[in-house]
């Protein structure tokens, strides 16, 4: 598929077969003189257009396109046609004429505004120095079997999808694939999401065309810097590219981030072998033993969790041969997670000591509140209305309040649940869905306010970060327990 054009959701191509079939729909309101030409001009742009497209693919989206121009084709070609015969040439009264075209125009508008709402994902561009490389391992953990299968021998294994800082790719370096090491990979897990939450696949299939800013396996930052440590856990369901945006940002500042894949958990999980694992983890509708489902499955993404940091360090040491062996800062790490992998963030600070900074995007705290958090935190969240779960606020209070560290409750205003992901980026612009700040303006807040914090806390930062952190939304300060 030919690039996106960003800001109009569509292709060159897919832009001159709309702009053919909106002629072939004026020609006919045109001057007598004049519809020749245009009527002309108008196939010789629309045909190739089509023909090429159906070779490369068509998107749903132009299907409307196609055929309201299908429509008014033969209506357009009937006058030129009976001309070059000799034949009288007959049109329509007007008053017949405005239903059919209407409707037409109708169709045909039905194309783009298809292509806004779900359009193919164009990432930011990184505002950070660095350029941004990518790569994907698989790790198994050979000290915790598999909890999700009856096979003893069948041990525990992630997917973990490294962002980090890198040289310049020289001009037309091929960019990352959107959620996959492959397009096949990429569109089963499209698939798998769409599944999840009900929605057909093929209104998301533009979804897995995307590629991301960062290029595959290119070569570290030079310079010697070590890079300060971000893991990630994504939401229910959730798979390790669904922050990419995110990650890419914070990779351009200068971290490291490690972005899990929880098999059972996340959709779909495409391991080295080639097996895809699909998510086993699902709400029975029984509010308790549904908290209590939650709980185990935060206690193993908190595990997952601290597993990745181990393999990570014994990646700088150089227990395996690596690029980034040397490179990574293992003593400035903090985790991080969306909703359900927020709970999972905020279990493994308690139970790990290793993590200095912990940050929850939007996530319901999961699992018990003690031990007391020590390290510092900061929980991002939706705009609170009426139709927030009343116990999300007093559980993250609660959380955020037992803490021997000063915490931060940040509330971004027009966000949604989904504002904290790439979501935004490919889905229709519904307040409830996604929030009213925007495609653009969604992930530089929620970006922008992550390294505030993380500046602050992992790069010791002068400043006072509730002063920073205030002007991305409404801020809380927790200050820590006295005695704690």
Do not use: K
Request: hydrophobic fraction near 45%.
């Amino acid at each position: 598929m030919t690039e996106i054009i960003e800001g109009l959701s569509m292709s060159p191509l897919e832009i001159l077969a709309l702009l053919g079939a909106v002629a072939l729909v004026v020609a006919r309101w045109l001057p007598p003189a004049a519809r020749p030409r245009v009527t002309i001009a108008a196939g010789a742009v629309l045909v190739p257009s089509a023909t090429v497209l159906g070779v490369v693919g068509i998107r749903w989206q132009l299907l409307p396109v196609l055929v309201g121009a299908a429509v008014v084709l033969p209506f357009a070609l009937a006058p030129l046609l009976r001309r070059r015969t000799g034949r009288r040439s007959w049109r329509a009264r007007w008053w017949l004429a405005l239903p059919g075209s209407a409707a037409c125009a109708g169709l045909i508008a039905m194309g783009p505004v298809a292509a806004w709402a779900f359009p193919v994902p164009v990432f930011p561009e990184p505002s950070g120095d660095f350029a941004v490389g990518t790569r994907v391992v698989q790790w198994t953990d050979p000290l915790r079997p598999e909890g999700f299968t009856a096979d003893p021998n069948d041990l525990r294994t992630v997917v973990v999808q490294l962002w980090y800082p890198a040289q310049r790719s020289p001009a037309g370096a091929q960019r990352a694939q959107y959620l996959g090491r492959t397009e096949h990979e990429a569109r089963t897990v499209s698939d798998a999401l769409a599944g999840a939450v009900g929605l057909p696949g093929f209104l998301v299939d533009g979804v897995p065309e995307a590629h991301t800013r960062a290029v595959v396996d290119a070569p570290v930052a030079g310079g010697g810097e070590r890079f300060p440590i971000v893991l990630f856990s994504p939401g229910s369901g959730g798979v390790r590219t669904q922050n990419t945006a995110w990650a890419e940002e914070l990779a351009s500042h200068g971290y490291l981030v490690a972005a899990l894949d929880h098999p059972y958990d996340s959709a779909a999980v495409v391991l080295a072998d080639g097996r895809t694992i699909h998510a086993e983890t699902a709400s029975t509708g029984d509010r308790d033993r549904d908290e209590t489902l939650a709980a185990d499955w935060t206690a193993v993404r908190a595990a997952d969790l601290g597993f990745v940091l181990t393999r990570l360090e014994g990646l700088d040491r150089g227990e395996t041969v690596d690029p980034l062996t040397g490179r990574l800062d293992t003593g400035r790490v903090a985790v991080t997670g969306h909703s359900i992998g927020g709970a999972a963030a905020l279990q493994a600070a308690r139970q790990d000591r290793r993590f200095d900074a912990v940050i929850d995007l939007d996530g319901y705290p999961h699992g018990p509140t003690s031990p007391a958090l020590r390290q510092p935190a900061l929980a991002l969240t939706q705009a609170i209305t009426p139709a927030t779960d009343p116990r999300y606020l007093p559980r993250l209070t609660e959380a955020l309040g037992q803490s021997t560290a000063t915490s931060y409750r940040l509330t971004i205003p027009g966000a949604a649940h989904l504002t904290f992901m790439d979501g935004t980026l490919y889905l229709p612009p519904v307040p409830s869905i996604v929030g009213t700040l925007g495609r653009t303006e969604s992930p530089r807040v929620v970006a922008g306010a992550t390294l505030t914090f993380l500046d602050a806390v992992l790069r010791d930062q002068p400043g006072d970060p509730a002063r920073s952190l205030s002007a991305f939304g409404d801020l809380s300060v927790h200050h820590p327990v006295v005695g704690g």
